[in-house]
């Protein structure tokens, strides 16, 4: 039985940078993940690494201030993942919050780190975004934030972990958690999901960090904890619709419930959300529901009438469940903030900010250390760049590699734009995957090189087909796109991967089902 430092359940973002983290600590580790790395809440976010402008109502100044401390981190050592982005924030007359009360609170923002913020007249306000709503209108507060790709955020962390030496397993879910005699370790059994045979990994650690997000509580009944549960999960729901803005996110306010939501730009449209509602069931079974579209749907189409008109025009939407800190009192009003729990050799992370994962795995790293009374080589996550990141001799030697391959691949400057916005320094080697495997799937404006998917399997540790097509290509946002490159792209795995034709037949099936089921959701709430 192999012997590690630290078991890993969970590979979220939290459980990937928490690997990273100790692996760059030197710490022996292994993670485990029952599904894809960012197939769950991770993958499932308004993508904004962002302070928090909302969370200052409830006085959360602590919580503000880290998450603007932290985006200065994340922009520096991941600035091909996570980029600035500008927000208007507009004033109407009888809004729930007046003006004076909005424009304390940038200011309040700006002070807390969150850089210069300024206000417009109504009609700057227009002259930026022409599609605002004119009724009412009395101006904008204009601040900055950032913006991330959520799931490869998540990848690039694990990525490194593994490059650090970690051992990371996909679809491979714990299914016992025993702790040894006296003195002795923890062993952890994991299966693999995929495979057609019972095939398991028994390792002992000294310890296990439970980053298993909304399925903590299922992770700490397996490693024999009796105590009440820990997490309270909250139901977040998105759409990607029409472009409605032009480059500025919108900071909006609800109609129906007053509740702040966003409107953000994105690649396949604009990102509409979120909603919270509070969530008792299976994580693995949250789901859009039509009142949620519909929630959503009311909004975009009071302020933009015409814009969405037919179930196509929700290009899609999706639900994660956010792992709050179980407590009492109204889900707005419930800590952000992330909690670590330690139980005999078991230390649960719960709560917390995307923006925050760093930090919040720092502070898992520091507290297990200090039970176990074990050293180790200080944090180094603040200053290590991410895989795609480059700084100064290494940003150059990658766009050296990066011209050099697009020479010797031939990949048109379009494709070249697009890979580098994806994998930033790494793009060179899915540029030449793209030489050596030229196959290409191009219909309804998705376009899919076979080199991209060859680079999925080969170094992004992807192993079905959803990941391939939803969390390495980003195909998700797109129904129709995704529902169209799913045959080829299997048929892609297939040959590389060995899949037998029922397998693949499996494979695509899958991912329809899961556009059917999110057709359907979308169909029902446009009808009235």
């Known amino acids: 039985m192999e012997r590690y430092d630290l078991v890993v359940i969970g590979g979220g973002i939290q459980g990937a940078s928490i690997a990273r983290d100790a692996a760059l600590r030197g710490l022996r580790t292994i993670l485990f993940e029952k599904g894809d790395l960012a197939g769950g809440t991770s993958g499932r976010t308004s993508r904004l690494v962002h302070g928090g402008i909302r969370y200052l109502e409830n ?20 600035p091909h993942l996570v980029r600035p982005l500008p927000f208007l924030l507009p004033y109407y007359k009888k ?6 009360y909005v424009g304390a609170g940038l200011l309040l923002y700006g002070a807390l780190g969150g850089g210069a913020v300024r206000s417009l007249s109504a009609k700057r306000a227009l002259e930026i975004e022409p599609k605002l709503s004119r009724e009412g209108l009395q101006g904008a507060g204009v601040f900055h934030d950032a913006q991330m790709n959520d799931t490869r955020l998540c990848l690039e962390n694990a990525l490194d972990a593994a ?36 095939a398991t990994i028994e390792v002992e650690a000294a310890a296990v960090v439970n980053a298993a997000g909304p399925w903590a509580d299922r ?48 690649a396949a449209g604009s990102l509409v959300g979120t909603t919270e509602a509070e969530y008792e069931g299976d994580p693995d079974e949250c789901v859009v529901t039509v009142s949620d579209v519909r929630y959503l749907l009311d909004e975009v189409r009071w302020r933009w009438p015409g814009v969405v008109q037919y179930p196509e025009h929700v290009r899609h939407a999706y639900a994660g469940v956010r792992p709050l800190v179980r407590g009492r009192g109204s889900l707005r009003a419930t800590t952000r903030e992330s909690r670590i729990l330690e139980e005999r050799g078991v230390f649960t992370v719960i709560g917390g900010k995307y923006t925050t994962y760093r930090a919040t795995a720092e502070r898992v790293l520091d507290t297990l250390l200090r039970s176990l009374h074990k050293t180790a080589r200080p944090c180094a996550t603040r200053e290590r760049p991410l895989p795609g990141a480059g700084a100064g001799a290494r940003d150059q030697a990658a766009q050296a590699a990066r011209d050099r391959a697009l020479e010797l691949a031939h990949v048109g400057n379009v494709d070249a734009s697009r890979m580098g916005a994806r994998y930033g320094g790494l793009a060179a080697g899915a540029m030449l995957l793209a030489e050596q495997f030229p196959a290409v799937h191009d219909r309804a404006g998705v376009r899919v090189l ?11 540790m992807a192993r079905r087909l959803d990941d391939v097509l939803i969390r390495r290509l980003g195909l998700g946002d797109q129904r129709t796109g995704a529902r169209q490159a799913a045959v080829p792209v299997s048929q892609w795995m297939a040959q590389h991967l060995g899949w037998s034709l029922a397998r693949t037949r499996e494979e695509v099936e899958r991912v329809e ?16």
């Not at 992770?219 to 990607?240: F, N, Q, W, Y």
């Not at 359907?520 to 009235?528: D, E, P, Y």
């Open 163 to 198: 490059a650090l030496g970690a051992a990371v397993h996909t679809h491979h879910e714990v299914v016992a958690i025993e702790r040894g005699a006296e003195g002795g370790g923890i062993r952890v059994r994991a299966r693999d999901r995929l495979s057609a045979e019972v």
């Open 59 to 78: 006085l959360r100044l602590g919580l503000v201030h880290e998450a603007l401390a932290e985006r200065a981190v994340l922009l520096r050592v991941a």
């Open 450 to 460: 076979e080199g991209e998917v060859v680079y999925s399997l080969r170094h992004e």
């Open 95 to 100: 809004a729930s919050r007046p003006r004076w």
């Open 513 to 528: 089902s899961m556009i059917d089921v999110e057709d359907k959701v979308i169909t029902g709430a446009m009808q009235r």
């Open 219 to 266: 992770v700490r009944e397996r490693a024999g904890v009796k105590r009440a549960k820990s997490v309270r999960g909250s139901r977040g729901v998105h759409l990607i619709v029409p472009p409605l803005t032009r480059d500025h996110a919108l900071v909006l306010t609800a109609q129906r419930d007053r509740r702040v939501f966003f409107v953000i730009p994105s």
